[in-house]
């Protein structure tokens, strides 16, 4: 029996600044393309991302092509709208039959920028971690503006807001990772485009690609 093939990325290091200019260090990573589609029409709604990251943060640039944006939601059910859904968990956890991961969702609502933890982990630092599931996170910082007629996203996520603790990052980790764009053209949500699966059709770390940290 074939076992499906794992989509393996690799986030390059670098510190960004997340102030509505794309900082060169973005050059040093490289693109990785949504391209599974489901539900919606591909015609007018695509992108593509990068990763970086360092000890403290992992930072995602997200570039989509939408031809209306619309999230009029609550946090806690933004991803109904237009706005990105990002998953990680360690890479030994993401065989398990019960494997744990955090799931953060990144989006504007109502012109107000929002990061919202749906699920968490507690596999680091176990009995330290204290991570809530559905709470709004409370650090780091994200963006979403119109450029040029598409959709720009940026986002600085500690480590401890997916792992708790004083988690840090070190060079060649490797992580469960997976991230999907949710689409809404103002009638509810039409659909996402996918870069792994284990998110949108039902939560599933076996099904997300590797995401290793280089230098």
Known sequence: E???QVKVAEAAYGTP?????????????????????VGTDSTFYKGWFKVLWDEENMYLLAIVEDDVFSNDYEPYSMWQGD????????????????????????GKLKGRNVMWRYQTQTMYNNAT???????????????VENLNGKYVYRARIPWTEFFGGDIKMDEN???????LLNDNDGNGRRGWVEYCS????????????LMTLVK
């Open 173 to 179: 980790t490797q992580l469960g990772f997976s991230v």
């Open 2 to 4: 074939e076992k499906p």
């Open 129 to 143: 971690s204290n991570l809530k599931s559905n709470v709004e996170l409370e650090t780091g910082e994200s963006s």
């Open 83 to 106: 706005g990105i859904q990002i998953a990680i968990c360690s890479a030994d956890e993401r065989l398990k039959s019960s494997a744990t991961f955090s799931e953060i969702g990144i």
């Open 17 to 37: 600044v997340i102030d509505g200019e794309q900082d060169s260090v973005w050059n040093s990573t490289n693109y990785n393309v949504f391209d599974n589609v």
């Open 198 to 209: 284990g998110i949108g059709m039902n939560k599933n770390p076996a099904q997300y690609g």
